[in-house]
């Protein structure tokens, strides 16, 4: 079992099926016929890497990174049922507490302060937006989705990919990408699980006497990199990143040393990358890591939070088995502009 960014083509981090295989060319997947790397009529051409920054013009403003703390302030009360949009800004906090700004947040000229609505771009060997708003119509959500030129970004081997979005903004994100003419690629629907930090904190971690948990560093990307089903070109770098900036957990065997499950936090500051090795599953290892990650995040004060592939019935299970409840659903969306 793995977390996959975690249905035909998963994204790194909501819980994909165990039994997914083969690599798209976008990495993290089969390509099924609509999938970037497979053939597909009217596809524009594939683009080297362009990064657009901010300008006047764009109506995707950057929020100063004095304002996050007013924004995370504004999602604290609705952390009980978005714990990932509350959690993101604090992790972006966090990173750049530690001097890193790899999550550029913005906002449709800075309407932010009024209806909540932000997005985040995380640029590293993959691109990766969050959305979220308070206002229920998604209005300046659509607006900046169909107007911004700042998502006119891609790799020779990954497409853009829209994040964990709310089933509730996911058409209307779709109807701005329709109407300047981009092209839908695959569309991923996931449930969101999520348990109260209490409840977390109350996780018994109590380790088979063949094993321990230790905490994960960026040189146990190699192997998790090796064993992932959905790599891709840099991807080991991606993951290193992760280890670098958030905490990931793994399950050692004694006898050994040998990694044989693990979690890392993901830039939502939540659950994923989620996954045993093939030898030692059924062994209860991902609950074991998952518990052990989920108290840790607890410990932040967050709400723990993972997506679960809707076809996924051993991660649904696992999840519903360590208390976590079903909030909604939703959409993991590679898209091309």
Same mark, same amino acid.
């Given at each position: 079992?793995?977390?996959?960014?975690?249905? =035909?083509?998963?994204?790194?981090?909501?819980?994909?099926?165990?039994? =997914?295989?083969?690599?798209?060319?976008?990495?993290?997947?089969?390509?099924?016929?609509?999938?970037?790397?497979?053939?597909?009529?009217?596809?524009?051409? =594939?683009?080297?890497?362009?990064?657009?920054?901010?300008?006047?013009?764009?109506?995707?403003?950057?929020?100063?990174?004095?304002?996050?703390?007013?924004? +995370?302030?504004?999602?604290?009360?609705?952390?009980?049922?978005?714990?990932?949009?509350?959690?993101?800004?604090?992790?972006?906090?966090?990173?750049?507490?530690?001097?890193?700004?790899?999550?550029?947040?913005?906002?449709?000229?800075?309407?932010?302060?009024?209806?909540?609505?932000?997005?985040?771009?995380?640029?590293?060997?993959?691109?990766?937006?969050?959305?979220?708003?308070?206002?229920?119509?998604?209005?300046?959500?659509?607006?900046?989705?169909?107007?911004?030129?700042?998502?006119?970004?891609?790799?020779?081997?990954?497409?853009?990919?829209?994040?964990?979005?709310?089933?509730?903004?996911?058409?209307?994100?779709?109807?701005?990408?329709?109407?300047?003419?981009?092209?839908?690629?695959? +569309?991923?629907?996931?449930?969101?699980?999520?348990?109260?930090?209490?409840?977390?904190?109350?996780?018994?971690?109590?380790?088979?006497?063949?094993?321990?948990?230790?905490?994960?560093?960026?040189?146990?990307?190699?192997?998790?990199?090796?064993?992932?089903?959905?790599?891709?070109?840099?991807?080991?770098?991606?993951?290193?990143?992760?280890?670098?900036?958030?905490?990931?957990?793994?399950?050692?065997?004694?006898?050994?040393?040998?990694?044989?499950?693990?979690?890392?936090?993901?830039?939502?500051?939540?659950?994923?990358?989620?996954?045993?090795?093939?030898?030692?599953?059924?062994?209860?290892?991902?609950?074991?890591? #998952?518990?052990?990650?989920?108290?840790?995040?607890?410990?932040?004060?967050?709400?723990?939070?993972?997506?679960?592939?809707?076809?996924?019935? +051993?991660?649904?299970?696992?999840?519903?088995?360590?208390?976590?409840?079903?909030?909604?659903?939703?959409?993991? #969306?590679?898209?091309?502009?």
């Amino acid at each position: 079992m793995e977390m996959v960014h975690f249905l =035909t083509r998963p994204h790194p981090f909501c819980l994909a099926s165990a039994t =997914t295989q083969g690599e798209g060319k976008r990495g993290r997947g089969p390509a099924p016929p609509s999938a970037p790397g497979a053939e597909t009529k009217n596809r524009p051409p =594939t683009q080297k890497k362009i990064i657009m920054g901010a300008t006047e013009t764009d109506i995707l403003v950057d929020i100063p990174e004095d304002d996050l703390p007013k924004l +995370a302030e504004m999602y604290e009360p609705h952390k009980e049922w978005a714990p990932h949009a509350y959690s993101i800004i604090k992790t972006g906090i966090e990173w750049r507490q530690k001097g890193n700004n790899k999550l550029l947040f913005m906002s449709p000229n800075n309407c932010w302060k009024k209806d909540g609505t932000f997005f985040v771009l995380m640029q590293y060997y993959s691109i990766d937006i969050f959305v979220f708003t308070l206002d229920d119509s998604g209005e300046n959500a659509y607006e900046a989705m169909l107007n911004t030129r700042r998502f006119n970004i891609s790799y020779t081997d990954r497409l853009p990919l829209l994040y964990s979005v709310h089933r509730k903004l996911h058409p209307v994100l779709m109807k701005a990408i329709k109407d300047r003419q981009g092209i839908i690629e695959i +569309a991923t629907p996931c449930y969101m699980y999520s348990i109260s930090k209490e409840k977390a904190m109350e996780f018994d971690i109590e380790c088979p006497p063949d094993v321990y948990i230790k905490k994960l560093d960026p040189s146990h990307a190699s192997t998790v990199n090796s064993v992932w089903p959905h790599r891709y070109s840099n991807s080991e770098k991606f993951v290193a990143f992760l280890l670098t900036m958030n905490d990931g957990y793994g399950v050692f065997l004694k006898s050994n040393d040998e990694l044989v499950s693990w979690i890392i936090v993901t830039m939502l500051g939540q659950l994923g990358l989620l996954q045993t090795k093939e030898a030692h599953k059924k062994k209860g290892y991902a609950a074991l890591v #998952t518990r052990q990650l989920s108290k840790k995040i607890a410990e932040k004060g967050f709400n723990v939070f993972g997506t679960v592939l809707v076809n996924n019935v +051993a991660s649904i299970r696992l999840f519903e088995k360590l208390g976590f409840r079903s909030l909604e659903k939703s959409v993991y #969306t590679i898209f091309s502009l």
